[in-house]
Every structure is written in C-alpha cells, then in structure tokens.
C-alpha cells in the first residue's frame, strides 16, 4: 500500500498538478502540453517513434513529442507530483488534468478567487496564463526564482462567465528546473458547503481483471481513499470477482473500506441501483460515485469530484469524461446532451478529440463551458440527499438509465456537470455496433420510456417520425432481426410501466431465442466460416466510389424503386444460396446494401459476419407494423405519458427495488 500523505490532501487544496502513476508516454498529452514540449538531439529512441508517429519533425525545434530523458538518463518525471526540466527547457501545464477549469468553478461554485501555489527548485520562470470562451490566450502575472521557493498567485475568478481555463509555464534558465510540487487552493478563509465523503459503487459482470485492477488504483492512491468511506462491488457474474487472483490485493489495498455483494444479473440499472439502495442504508456518506468495472482511473478524479461538489453551491452531480483505453490520449465526448424533438442523446461537442493532436492551447472550442444534460454512468457522483428525493434508477437495464436519471434529477433542481479534469479510461465504442444486436431492443424502449417520462414536446415531438426512419433503413438493409426487437420494444412500452421490473428478469433470454428466427442475427465467427461463401467484389466498394447517396429529389426517386424491389421482387435463386457480395463494416452503407438480394457484413470489431438476405414478405409485412406501431404510441402519448409520470416515484424508490434484490433465484 502507497502511505504516502495518509491523512489526505489538505481540504483547502482543491486541484493538484498531478503526473501518471508510471509515466505513460500515451497519456502524458492528457498532462502536459505538447506544443513547447523541447526537442534534444539526445532523446531515446522510444521518443524520436513516438515524436514521428504523431507527424513531428525531430528537425522541427518549435514542435516535438515528449522528451522521456535528458543526456545523462535522468527522467523529466521524477514523482507523482514532481518534474525537473533541463536547462534551457519550457513545460507547459496547458493540459486536461492539469490546467484549471476556470470557468466551471467560477459558474457552479462559492469561490471567488483561487490561489496557485507553486514549489520549485533551482533557476528559473514561472509564467501563469488564462484563457476566455474564444481560446485567446493572455499572460496572467510571472516571476522569476531561484533556489529552494514557494510562490504563490491570487487569482480572482472573475470574466469567466462563458468560458477559461488558467494554467501555467515553467521556463529552466541556465541548470536544471525543478517542479517539487504545484497546488491549486482556495483563498483563505472561504469554506465550501459541505465537507462530505463518497461510497464508490461499482456493478462488474465477468470482468474480474479489469475491475481487480480498478479497486487497486483507487485503493493504492491515499488521496483518493482519504475522500472515500466505502468501496461497493455489486457482483452479477456467473465468474465470481472474489475468486479472482487480484482480488485479495485489492482487498488489502482499500483498508477495510471495500464490500462485496452478490447478486443475480439485474443489468446495469439493478447493479447501481443496489449500490444506491446500500448507500442509503449505511447513511455514511454524502455522496456515491458510480464507476464502471472496465475503466481505469486516474484517482485525483475521484477527490476532484468530491471536492468539486463540496463546493458547490447547491448539491449537484459530478459527471467524469470518458477517455480512451487503448489510445489514452482521446477523449470520446466533452459535453453531452438531448436533442428534444427527436429526442436522442449524444454529444454536442466534436468527438474523439486527440490531445495529441490538439492540447489546449491548440482547441479553441475546448475553452467554452458546456452545461450538460447527463453524464454517463462510466463515472458520475450524485449527492445522496439526490437519491432520497427522487428515488433510484430507473428499472430499464443497459440503455438511458444514467440520462434519465439526469433529467429526473434537474426537474427536481439538482444540476449535471461534466467536469473537465475528472475521468476514467474506458474500452472504445469504436469497433463496437450495439444497434444490430439484442442491444437494440433496449435503446429503442429505453428511450421511448424516457421520453415519456420528459419529453417537454407535443406527442413527443419527432420521435415516433425518427423511429420510423430508423425501422425503414434496417429493412432496406435486411436487418429484420434488429425491427423485430424495436417493434418488441414499442409492445413493451404500450403494456405500461408497471411491468418494467418483472421484464428486466427475463427480457433477455427472450430476445435471443426470437434471434434463431432471422438468418442477420447469426454471426459467422470465424474466416474461414466467411471463406466458405465466395463474394463477388463490390465494384463502388473496391474503387473508393461510394459517395453520400442519393439526395434531394433524387433521394425520392431512389426510395420509390427499392421500396418496389424489397417489397414485390423476389430475390434470385443464387443469392438465397449464397451472398453475393461481402461489404466490410465501414463500406455497408444505406444507400449500398439494399442494391444486393444478400450480402455479408463484417461487424464492428471485425471478428465475424452477418448474413443478410432479402425477404419481400417479411419486408412488407414489418414495414406495415412499423407504420401502425409507431402511430399507435403517437395517437397516445398523452394518456402513456402521464400513466409513466404517475408511476415513476413507485418504481424507482427503495421499496419496489428491494423486492428484486431480495427475491433471489
């Protein structure tokens, strides 16, 4: 166990410079900023194919990748919180978790000033600068040192309303520079609303590595579990964690602080919602931290979080960004949101921003406060007096429970906010397509459910209209497997929400046993099952030509002959027999699958095909159902809209979630 600073981080620290645990090149953008990174003909040569790999010139002096070591083999980064730069070098705090989010403490926060305090040894400058909503840069204040010296900067939070970030320059002069430790603090005498701790509550299935691993680097850092009372696991697994070779060092590492609990799998809403229903019981903490069990965190996040929301001005949700696994340096989303009328969520901020790429200084939009409607459950606080209001999660498994959840909280006046600086890395969605496989089911009726429960518009607005969009292109593109389960949804909405506990227990099974209907739900797992059926090559596929479709007037021309063709035309004989084409995922386009009678599509991940053949009848008859379906909860929704109103506070709250915990198999 790492005992270092075991009784925490002062309570008037609220940011500290911070560096990877263990220097990873990968991340290292997500701490300083590569723009003045300095170049040296000495550098290793991990950094010169690190530097080339990220399109840098080892000629270029003004533009370089991380320099590892200096000539004489000692490391820039000398500890968790120290640095020391050679002579004649500039580094630049200009970064994701090390510069300061101005603009959100300035907007949600009691503080009316921070202070910077910088310890450093050695000659040299230090150069603090701000940012506005726009990006544009001004220098703030700086000083010159020498030796062994603390030095400090007040800086009011004021003219931050739409946006900023403050940071600062370290510049070595003629020896050696170094950072022994940086500190963001509060001014003195302020104090924040509340001083209170977290439980973290983490739902794991299966992923007893992974989440072995999590529980250590929370458990490994004491300022993290300075912030902590308790560490919940809710167990769904058929693989028990606690049999798992971590587990024990992971037990260790959290100091008593951890609490194992097993239950069937309710999914993800039922795995939270435990660790909510727990939470409330022990009535420990002010808060609880919700954490998937495939991430890795960086701890500062989890006393960021904390400290964040004790200083708010009101009890508010802490959201954390997601960053990606396998290629650290990229964030997958800055700022999330609904978009009402067709009521569907995403960002609205570019996503898959590459650090690497563009640091700070470098992203001008990056420098606007985004004020979000959700968090995803990957990372987000929520004060517990939150969950006594408003009840638990909604019992809808895998799919809106953490957007719904947020939208629930605000009508009840406790905000979302996503909070730069604080994340986990989490495996990419980027080789993953959850909208063609059993997933489906959940992402329409989850939506359609939480879209009753908040839709501010009439007849929910364009919805049933986007739906029937989305019902329309599968069809062309002979998914009938993935309507199949959109329409199931629809079904299961109009039934009521009353019955959404009992079928978050057996809606699962049921949707893979309606897959051995359709030939597309099938996946050919391995090359060779894909070898056996030779494709034709796709000629717009191989050439690079395929455009954006058809468009325009164009666009009706084009739906009217392949609505004809799927509907009425049967397919040849050969292609029943055999695809007559083998797209890969990206090329599978909606405009290019439905021109063959069957095709093979690769997945996502590209471990496999999916078979798709055209089925008139099938056609004919689901689109007649998607039309009527869709129509029906329209014609409806205000009769269901209110029946899901009335029933929320029911079967959210405690009482009704603790029959499933306790009715166990």
């Not at 001014?187 to 299935?205: E, H, M, N």
């Not at 690769?602 to 998607?626: C, I, Q």
């Not at 929704?637 to 009704?656: F, G, K, M, N, V």
Request: glycine share 6%; charged share 25%.
């Amino acid at each position: 166990m790492n005992d270092r600073a075991s009784a925490g981080t002062p309570p008037d620290i609220i940011q500290r410079v911070i560096f990877p645990e263990h220097g990873d090149p990968q991340s290292l953008p997500l701490y300083l900023d590569p723009e003045v990174w300095t170049f040296e003909r000495g550098a290793d040569d991990a950094a010169l194919q690190l530097a080339r790999a990220r399109g840098f010139s080892p000629d270029d002096q003004t533009r370089y990748a991380l320099r590892l070591t200096n000539n004489n083999g000692l490391s820039w980064l000398t500890g968790r919180r120290s640095l020391q730069l050679p002579a004649a070098s500039t580094v630049s705090f200009a970064s994701y978790f090390n510069a300061f989010p101005a603009s959100y403490w300035a907007a949600w926060t009691s503080l009316l000033s921070v202070k910077l305090q910088v310890r450093t040894s050695g000659t040299g400058n230090i150069i603090v600068f701000r940012s506005n909503a726009r990006g544009v840069v001004q220098r703030v204040d700086g000083i010159e040192v020498s030796g062994e010296e603390t030095s400090e900067f007040e800086l009011p939070l004021e003219s931050y309303l739409d946006g900023g970030w403050l940071w600062f320059d370290l510049i070595a002069g003629d020896s050696a520079f170094e950072l022994v430790q940086a500190d963001w603090l509060a001014p003195d005498g302020a104090t924040p609303r509340s001083s209170g701790k977290a439980t973290v509550s983490i739902t794991t299935l299966n992923r007893g590595d992974y989440c072995t691993k999590l529980l250590r680097e929370m458990g490994e850092d004491a300022d993290a579990r300075a912030v902590l009372d308790r560490v919940l696991v809710v167990d769904q697994g058929s693989q028990p964690i606690r049999e798992n070779a971590g587990f024990p060092a992971a037990v260790e590492s959290l100091d008593g602080r951890l609490r194992l609990i097993e239950q069937r799998n309710l999914g993800g809403s039922g795995g939270f919602s435990r660790g909510m229903h727990e939470t409330i019981e022990a009535n420990e903490s002010e808060y609880i931290i919700l954490l998937d069990d495939d991430v890795e965190i960086e701890p500062e996040s989890l006393r960021r979080a904390v400290t964040f929301a004790n200083w708010c001005r009101t009890p508010t949700i802490v959201g954390g960004h997601m960053l990606d696994m396998y290629d650290k340096s990229k964030l997958h989303a800055y700022a999330e949101g609904i978009k009402w009328k067709p009521f569907m969520w995403g960002p609205f901020t570019p996503a898959r921003h590459d650090f690497g790429d563009s640091n700070l200084r470098q992203t001008p939009w990056l420098h606007r406060r985004y004020d979000v409607d959700y968090n995803g459950w990957w990372m987000s606080l929520i004060p517990v007096d939150t969950l006594r209001e408003i009840g638990l999660s909604l019992p809808v498994f895998i799919k809106w429970d953490d957007a719904e959840y947020a939208l629930r909280a605000r009508e009840h006046g406790y905000p979302t906010v996503s909070l730069p600086g604080a994340a986990v890395w989490h495996v990419s969605w980027v080789d993953k397509d959850d909208s063609h496989d059993w997933q489906a089911f959940f992402h329409a009726r989850n939506r359609l459910v939480a879209a009753l429960l908040h839709s501010p518009e009439k007849r929910g607005g364009l919805l049933w209209r986007a739906n029937l969009a989305g019902d329309v292109k599968n069809l062309l593109t002979m998914d009938y497997y993935t309507v199949a389960m959109r329409h199931a949804a629809i079904h299961n909405v109009l039934e009521g929400p009353e019955q959404l506990h009992v079928d978050m227990l057996d809606r699962l099974p049921r949707l893979r046993e309606l897959a051995k209907e359709f030939t597309e739900s099938a996946t050919l797992v391995r090359a060779t099952d894909v070898a056996h059926f030779p494709a034709r090559e796709v000629e717009s596929v191989i050439s690079g030509q395929i455009d954006v479709g058809p468009r325009g007037a164009g666009l009706g021309l084009w739906l009217s002959q392949r609505f004809l063709k799927h509907a009425f035309s049967k397919p040849r004989a050969a292609a029943t027999a055999r695809p007559q084409a083998h797209l890969p995922f990206q090329d599978a386009r909606w405009f290019e699958v439905p021109m063959h009678d069957s095709v093979l599509i690769s997945n996502a991940e590209g471990s496999g095909a999916r078979w798709h053949l055209r089925n008139p009848k099938l056609f004919r008859t689901m689109l007649r159902d998607s039309v009527r379906l869709n129509l029906r909860y329209r014609r409806n929704w205000s009769a269901l809209s209110d029946r899901y109103r009335a029933a929320l506070p029911q079967i959210t709250s405690q009482a009704e979630w603790s029959k499933a915990f306790a009715d166990e198999e």
